[in-house]
């Protein structure tokens, strides 16, 4: 497992540091952030439309469909309950080059048993402990 | 409580800017907000489905309808209703609309 290193920045924001890849996440300006980066839910969104569109992109080369410039287009809303906000709704197109005809219902199977979706539904363990500098 | 004036008109917002006195919305509140959103020129055939849509929905349910309920009715798929409402079909189109502000609102 790869370590993952968050750093604060400024304000809300956030730089994500892991395998030599950086990026920024951080708040729009209507809550409180600079905007200098997508926020930890559209990150979270977005890690599963790009999840579930590797297996379908792996499906795709297994049986030979054609994915080349596949793309998703995805949205979130947000429900709060009890004090509690979290993702409600996350609603997925997916535009393929080509029909896949009768392997369509596979290939969204194959969507469906990803990383970050299986992991949405069940559920992870988080494991949290504080110390200071 | 703030206030948006359009086209000689003042109609009471909240601070996104949803209209709160719902019975006051008309076509030329949606015409004339529609600049703010950054949409140019007249209000498109695709505009009025979405916008009719929602508000035909909203007096039936009161409350704006789920994203995807939207794509199947007007046949408008999401890519295509953040290309009619760059602010995205909560804050653009239900504000255009002149529905409640969305509970789900990012």
Known sequence: MDLITLKHEKGLCFSIQVRGHKFLLDMPK????EDQGPSPAD?????????????????CQTVGLP?????MNLVYNLVEEKGRKRIQTVTVDVILPKDP??????LLRAGENCIVRNTLEQGPQIDVEMTAE | MPA????GKTYEVDEDGFLQELDKWNAE????????EGIEGQLSEE???????LRSYYQQFGIAPMIRKLCKETGFDLKRIYALFP???????????GLAKPTGCV
């Open chain 1, 67 to 71: 994915y080349e410039g596949m793309e």
């Open chain 2, 29 to 36: 509140f949606a015409q004339e907000y529609a600049k703010e």
């Open chain 1, 43 to 59: 990150t979270l969104a977005a890690s599963l439309g790009a999840c579930m569109g590797m297996h379908m992109a792996l499906y």
């Open chain 1, 101 to 106: 005809g009768p392997r369509g219902a596979a």
């Open chain 2, 4 to 7: 948006v004036t359009l086209a």
């Open chain 2, 47 to 53: 505009h009025w489905k979405v916008i009719n849509y």
């Open chain 2, 87 to 97: 602010s995205g079909p909560a804050k653009g189109a239900c504000k255009l609309a």
């Open chain 1, 30 to 33: 209507e809550s409180k952030g």
